[in-house]
């Protein structure tokens, strides 16, 4: 329908040309663009953004058996952290830590995955509960028992856990695990309790004075600290054994790598990979933004309006002509237009008829012989037979063309 035909004038009550000034609507439209694109950036960082700070033994958490303070201090001292939370980043060379809460977790994917690189993998020792009165913090149950830090290998290495009253005695430590600033030997004072382990091919690397192990390693790449207490956020409040953490590190860590890696997946804090995040990182960033460029150029064109407004035209037009093109369409449609010649050749035949005079008792053949007499540059007979015998669109255009032009010669 045309714009006349469709009703309403689009004025409000009282003047004016339109419901809403232009500063309304653009203000509409850009807090509209805004909250949108917002929405879109949220949705592909949500799960980055939880905190993770549950009370849980991993980097996110706060709590006494948490790691978040050893991030803290690694991010501190430029040693670069960050926080995995889906499996295809465990293929990273940088030093991975992986805290499982209990022994029953499935272990398998990131000690597989790691063969060839450097791992810290730190066993569970306290049972804990969340304090009711403040979120992220947690109270002591009590040790676990020893099956649960020895089942986080198993079946794959069997592993014996020992616990002993310690004193507070300094740890047997290698002599190239030195501070990065000092160049003195890491200092680590065992916890109390300590917590050992022993096994078939596992290595000492930290032990205690009568050759415990408190940090082994299995086979080239993969190490195990049997007491959380080393790094968590119970031994960061020492200054020294927060240092000599450090030490520790850096003596794990590849010569090659970049950053250290704290998992938070097997504490059932990863997600898997966000299509929509890849639109907001590189080497897409740039597409996305070429993207939105458009768009606001497209918008900012749309805004301006070139001459004055013109009325849409009729979807079905008035008139004779529209029923013509119609008919014409429909003809073009079914592919019939071939079959028009003869019918044409008719028209042509009726209105020389009543043009110049043939009388009315001729027929047929006769009727031909008669307009064939008249003269011209053409026989009407051949014409006519020229449009019946047309079988294609060109052909009748070319033989409708020539009747038409021997018709307006008869009449001029």
């Known amino acids: 329908m045309s714009d006349a035909a469709s009703g309403g004038t689009g004025r409000r009550i009282g003047g004016g040309d339109s419901a809403f000034r232009p500063q309304t609507v653009a203000l509409m439209l850009i807090v509209g663009i805004l909250a949108f694109v917002a929405m879109l950036v ?57 805290s499982p809460p209990d022994g029953t977790t499935n272990v398998t994917l990131p000690v597989q995955s790691r063969t060839d690189k450097p791992t810290l993998m730190i066993l569970p020792k306290w049972n804990v509960q969340a304090d009711p009165t403040v979120t992220g913090w947690v109270r002591y149950v009590g040790l676990y028992s020893r099956d649960v830090p020895e089942g986080v290998l198993a079946p794959g290495t069997k592993l014996t856990v020992t616990r002993r009253a310690s004193g507070g005695a300094a740890l047997i430590v290698p002599e190239t695990m030195v501070d990065a ?14 917590q050992t382990i022993a096994g078939a091919g596992l290595q000492p690397v930290i032990t205690d004075r009568e050759g415990r192990i408190v940090l082994g390693q299995i086979g080239t790449d993969l190490y195990v600290l049997a007491d959380p207490d080393l790094l968590s956020n119970r031994g960061m409040k020492n200054a020294n054994q927060a240092q000599a953490a450090l030490a520790l590190l850096d003596y794990l860590s590849d010569t090659g790598a970049e ?56 979807a079905i037009a008035f008139g004779k002509a529209a029923l013509v093109d119609n008919t014409a369409a429909l003809v073009r449609k079914a592919r019939r237009e071939a079959m028009l010649g003869g019918r044409y050749a008719q028209v042509v035949r009726e209105r020389a008829v009543a043009a110049f005079g043939v009388p009315a008792r001729l027929r047929d053949a006769a009727l031909d012989a008669y ?15 020229a449009a019946e015998a047309a079988d294609d669109r060109r052909a009748l255009l070319a033989a409708a063309q020539t009747l038409h032009d021997w018709q307006g010669e008869k009449n001029g």
């Open 42 to 98: 949220l949705g592909a960082y949500a799960p980055d953004l939880r905190r993770g700070n549950n009370g849980g033994t991993h980097a996110l958490s706060r709590a006494v058996v948490g790691f978040s303070g050893l991030y803290r201090l690694v991010e501190a001292t430029g040693r670069h952290p960050r926080i995995i939370r889906n499996d295809h980043e465990l293929e990273t060379e940088d030093l991975v830590i992986l």
């Open 181 to 194: 600033q000092t160049g003195a030997p890491a200092r680590f004072t065992a916890p109390r309790p300590l």
């Open 371 to 385: 307009l064939d007499k008249l003269g011209g540059r053409g026989r009407f007979s051949d014409l006519a037979r």
């Open 259 to 314: 950053g250290i890696a704290f998992d938070v997946t097997l504490n059932g804090l990863g997600h898997s990979p966000s299509p929509l995040k890849l639109a907001f990182a590189p080497p897409f960033l740039a597409m996305t933004l070429a993207i939105a460029a458009a768009l606001l150029l497209a918008g900012l064109y749309a805004l301006g309006r070139f001459g004055p407004p013109q009325r849409r035209p009729r």
